[in-house]
């Protein structure tokens, strides 16, 4: 099966990690394409980025259907565009916001989300209300750093998201935390070392979920919430996006 | 006070109608200009929709703030956009389906949402959810309409809604009934002397709602969820959306 | 159109203080008319003063649709005998307490209250949970301050409010603060510039609110949870209030 | 111990029938006192007359007070003036709508609601979410019944009540109905005969609940919610009120 | 009336204490009987306890019912075996969380449970959730205590727990406490005057809520939720209890 | 990796019907077990039939453990024991109703759940809450028939499924449809051709969820929820079941 995993900014080093924690747990026949929209926000922080990152998810899973793949992940811990890439695409797209929530919920009982930036908290908050979350997780933890700290080894920024997710688990009661960051994708296994309690990754769980799904013979479903767009015309620089 | 009233659709007969009914019901000293954006779908049924609607509805908002509008109304009943416009608007940006139901709340029990189409079934479930609804919302009711069909005199499509509106009352215990769409702005009269409770048109609630707002020197919150974005280069075709 | 503000105390100099912020930001054509009960408790703490209050409440809005008013607002945050008043009221009657509220969701994200009272913490949850608010409402501080000090310039009343506000916005996540008590209906642009966030008179939201669905046309639904009192005898003292 | 029934209604007759039923269930050392206020509504249905019933609730507790009372029931299923009531009471102040949600919730799984009449469901759907049953409550049926009707013997009140139950246990898929008004307090034999499920009678179970408090040695919580009023004057015609 | 409380661990001290505390609080007419399991947990600390309680608790109804038991009362705050427990007995079978959050509700606005220890925590926020009390709970607290510790008069185990009572009463806003743990069940008295504000010991609770139903004619409803097992056979071990 | 399925009941047949499902899914690399408890029931139909299963479940993760399992499935709609089990699991152990939702709110929007019998209707009513998925499941749908109906070519079974699968998702407004017990494991298929939408079938949903986990080194959090049990003795005939 072959996964389409859409890092939603477009910064290209931060899509090779994702795509490399991707093909880390992927199945042997998984293959594994990693891609940034062609335009769009270098990161992406508020609801502003957000609407901008879902064309750009859109647009490569319009690309994807062409190119034949057979799932997508969205690689952005606010799930841009999910909804709208859900009825376009015949298989599954799963945002890793919400992989790693549904993931938590089955590996232990509440679970906190650690998010690099505050700008993301609002953002955040909306997704575990909508998932239906809101009795699992225990909270929402920020630190004030940016994602290229992380990538510096001089730098501290590793110890500082270690001492939110040990609070969240000591402070907060959470049983796991959410690493709510696609640009933390590889600190999974240095947190749950650190923390003795499980780190969850959304690329991770999202690219599992997908290869989940498809084993199943799952796709999105096209009745009521999701069915394909009713042909129309957009007009503008949007003309190429109208639905046939 | 300037008021632009932004159809997210580009129909722009249906941007006629939405600016007619806001002039309607403005106050004296309130300005209305209703646009269209210059690029996106000519009807809005479908996340899909939503999603390339929201970018422009952005765009208006953008050049709003130079032209120095003082709010915004969103004149689709999924309020597309809403989130994102509110980080870049100094003054308030309100949906009409939080206007509509806002305003139910207040001027009776539970109500009941009237959609002309189905695929905006799902649309309004979240935002109903989202706004913490779930408790006065009665029921969502639809019809097999199209827009345009409201407009053909001979048409029976006007019965058509005062019938499901007529049953939300009687038979799933709304107090008032919302006009699920924008296109259905100029019955607002028409049903609720049809059925004898109060029908409420969103894009006159929302105008009201902006007007109120400015006249308490209230604009949108710049901290936490809705501040400026960030400062970032977007790049390809959106690089003129950066924020600075 | 003309508004009878109801302050459901009996302190005269107060409800003088909630007609001058009602007519500060009225409309035009708006006729404010500020009144207090002709008996019941002198200010508002608790449940039991407010099943009093909500008697006064009644009985101003019983007169007031014999002297020809439109719409009415109930000047406490507690919003008592809101449900009653509706019953027998034609026009709109709206509540300072779910005014605030619906205007806090439209110009920002979650909110926090500040009352001047401990007593009156038991009562806002109960409009928080029955308005549908829970997600929205950050938190709900209370000083232990009287209305009066807050008159007094030599007092550091004032100063008490704003730290709590500031408290909201910054350790609670608030993008906004109401102002919980008609008292503080005059803080509104004092609060806010100093702590730089949207501070929210419900007084004068719920003006506002009362004049937007007096301008759409709607008034009070009559079809089920507040149709007409059905007439019925009332006995002894109350004989005078029982429904024709 | 000795426990007033309050009838929140003036109606003597069903105020004998509700004393009859407290008497039949009450435990060996009870004394049982049934009283309507002297003031107030002669039935309840809505929001209006629960206000002035919430009076006459209150008057009785303050002179059950003087009396010597140890505990209270406030007997229509709308609770009047159940909150300001504990505010004034040493002892424990049960609704019967409380009582029997809440006893119905331990011997079954999902409740329905029988209503006389279509003017009582907002007011209980407004209990049924405040007391946290929005997940229990399977239904709220109504019937057009007047409480006199279920007097007369030759009328079909009384199967027209079971069939509501019947319909709640078979198509609402309830456990147990809760007989929704005081005045069928005579019927919960009956009915749980004729449906072959528990019917629970708020009068009976809010005097077995606050038996239960009283054997227990618990009263209302004087801290928070329901703390003493703040003494204060009142004026006018409920000077006489004043908190001391 | 004949009770059975049963306690779902086997240390016969506690099984002691607990039916001394059911004995104090029961009506005249009123026969206790306290028991526990023949096998099982010797304490229950967490969801791998509860489930071998739970049987204990099944064996012990069964045997109830052919003993001619008219209810039971489940004496540990994780009420295990409740729901089984319901399907086989013809009476109520009362857990003492849930008799403890429902007497809560009726004599105080919010409450909180005190824990001995955490183990127990997500077993009460889940019950807290299944029961509808999410809005009532205030907070979960725990000591690090050992039941055995409150029996030692030299320790200061109690001390402790007062203090953590007070802190939810001071600090979290309750108005009363719920003593989490059946080993507390002579505390009630003490607590309560210590803290001024309710204590409420789940067992004595419970005693008075099945008295209740029994009295009113309940037993547990046979209709959806709770009705007889369906015959089987049960094979191995468990076959002495396949239904008939 | 090796996964233990677990089918709570002690019904061989429908073990190996289950087993065939799992190893259908399951990776290359894993290797399913599938077995029923040496002791139990033959079916489960409700919470006395859970409260054995959940020992069966119980006693088949220690031997897991003891055999070197990774991960287990439990294989009833009502997810019997799992809370309980996944405190004796190092890996994660994951039901099949719980992986059902979670999955199907991955590839749609709203479901609803097939019960072949009424008995299980409270059971995942409870679960459904537990879990979250109050906005997402729009119904849960019974049939009358019994497992072995199923197996028997002549029979009418599978219409009858597919009929109520069908009304699910045109009347009800599910997105998909989950098979709301083990023995329709083999329908899947069969159901999501005939309704042209999603069917999930729990077991092989789970197979993923656990090869999902396991392939992120995922196993149960051991902090809070889910620790190890505290050692302790159990007397009687559990005394074999004393965690060390």
Chains 1, 2, 3, 4, 5, 6 share one sequence.
């Not at 389409?4 to 899509?15: A, D, Y």
């Amino acid at each position: 099966m072959r996964i389409k995993v859409i890092n939603p900014n477009t910064t290209l080093s931060m899509t090779e990690k994702i795509g490399a924690s991707a093909r880390a747990v992927a199945a042997p026949g998984t293959e594994i394409v990693a891609v940034s929209p062609q335009m769009g926000p270098v990161s992406i922080e508020g609801f502003y980025d957000e609407a901008f990152a879902a064309i750009g998810v859109i647009d490569e899973v319009l690309k994807g259907e062409a190119e034949g793949f057979d799932g997508y992940v969205i690689a952005c811990f606010g799930d841009p565009g999910l909804q709208a890439a859900r009825e376009i695409a015949k298989g599954p797209v799963i945002g890793i916001a919400e992989a790693a929530m549904h993931m938590a919920t089955m590996i232990g009982g509440g679970f906190s989300i650690i998010s690099l930036i505050e700008r993301m908290l609002p953002v955040m908050e909306h997704l575990v209300h909508g998932y239906g979350m809101d009795h699992h997780c225990r909270s929402i933890r920020k630190t004030d750093l940016e994602v290229l700290q992380l990538e510096d080894k001089c730098s501290d920024a590793r110890d500082i998201v270690v001492r939110e997710c040990r609070k969240a688990i000591e402070e907060d009661g959470a049983d796991s935390v959410l690493l709510g960051c696609a640009g933390m994708t590889d600190l999974m296994d240095y947190v749950a070392q650190e923390i003795g309690a499980p780190a969850i990754d959304g690329v991770s769980a999202a690219v599992k979920m997908v290869e989940a799904a498809l084993s199943l013979g799952l796709g999105t479903s096209k009745r009521h919430g999701y069915a394909y767009p009713l042909p129309k015309p957009y007009t503008g620089s949007f003309s190429a996006y109208s639905p046939k």
